[in-house]
């Protein structure tokens, strides 16, 4: 995009808003907030070409802590919110924060196309696996037999995987971080925000009171280690410790552990090597198939590939029809046809 630079140097002081942040203390959210704060000021945009589009739940009070421009829509909405502000003002960032309960049950289909139609968008979905605004039900991203409020003898849904959700859907750019490794989120929402297309993140975020260490192995900066898989573009899927290194294998499309020594090298061993720009995404998928406890939970960039988004497809024929057919009338347009006279 093509932007005026900002006639002043930002500082993360200059996104964060008067309102008094409401979450409960302990809250992902709040280091996720930071994080984009710090962020958005490296970015070189003035704060009003940012949009931030929210729907319901907790993560989605964001756009009142942001500086920037905002909306606060309605629940599982967001998407489509979105798509009509980029679609208007192609030259915005703009930005989509949901949960896993707004974006992936009442909003999953509005979620999907906003997905497979490529929009210039960074979606940002927050996961705790509950609901945290409404006190604690079972979320379509939550485990099975979790005991709730909505399920005190233990949940039987089966797991939405947010991430093989998008990849699905055909995201062009899909990534997981974790709320408290800032500098591993800061650069991954760096990568979405110079994808052109949508920008899938699954941010794993701890509810400290309906909720509480969802995610600890990968939040513990001891645990992770050995429980997260860290993605890099070219690198040998290799994760642990010294003395407890360990590959991933995978052999038609199915993943498996691979023991390591130290010194061995894991592409000799048969580890898979990371690769973004595998234009199928089978390959993201059997990553995105990594569950704990038999697999570590992989984090980084799973798929970034390019292709045409939406609203340069849009623009393009648009353009064709002005070429082809005139600027066009809309007062024409509206009394062409059939037309009738409603009277007293």
């Given at each position: ?60 009070r ?9 909306f ?47 929009i ?32 005190p ?80 573009d ?6 642990g ?28 061993s ?24 038999e ?50």
């Open positions: 995009m093509t932007v005026a630079e900002p006639a002043v140097k930002l500082t993360k002081k200059d996104f964060t808003s008067d309102q008094d942040v409401r979450w409960c203390p302990g809250c992902g959210d709040y280091s996720v907030l930071a994080n984009v704060q710090r962020l958005l000021p490296e970015l070189g945009l003035p704060r009003e070409n940012f949009v931030f589009v929210s729907g319901i739940g907790c993560s989605s964001f756009p009142y802590y942001m500086n920037t421009y905002g606060h829509t309605i629940h599982g909405r967001a998407p489509a919110f979105a798509t009509g502000i980029k679609i208007s003002r192609p030259e915005l960032s703009v930005w989509v924060v949901t949960g896993d309960g707004d974006g992936l049950s009442i909003g999953g289909n509005h979620l999907l196309h906003a997905i497979r139609r490529n210039d968008l960074q979606i940002l979905l927050f996961n705790n696996r509950v609901y945290g605004l409404t006190k604690g039900q079972y979320s379509p991203t939550s485990r099975i037999g979790m005991r709730t409020k909505s399920s003898t233990g949940s039987i849904d089966h797991a939405v995987d947010p991430v093989a959700f998008a990849l699905g859907c055909g995201a062009t750019f899909v990534a997981r971080s974790v709320d408290v490794d800032a500098p591993h989120l800061q650069q991954v929402l760096r990568r979405a925000y110079e994808h052109s297309g949508t920008a899938f993140v699954e941010i794993l975020q701890n509810c400290p009171v309906y909720n509480d260490d969802e995610w600890i192995e990968v939040e513990d900066r001891k645990q992770r280690v050995g429980a997260s898989l860290v993605l890099r070219g690198d040998p899927l290799v994760f410790g010294k003395g407890q290194r360990r590959g991933i294998r995978i052999e038609a499309g199915i993943p498996s552990i691979v023991e390591l020594g130290d010194d061995d090298d894991p592409v000799a048969g580890v898979a090597v990371h690769s973004e720009r595998h234009q199928s995404p089978a390959y993201a998928f059997a990553l995105a198939s990594l569950q704990r406890p697999f570590p939970v992989p984090v980084g960039v799973f798929r970034a590939v390019e292709t045409s988004t939406y609203e340069g497809l849009l623009e393009q024929q648009e353009q064709e029809a002005v070429e082809s057919r005139g600027p066009g009338d809309l007062n024409a347009l509206l009394r062409s046809g059939e037309t009738w006279t409603v009277e007293e």
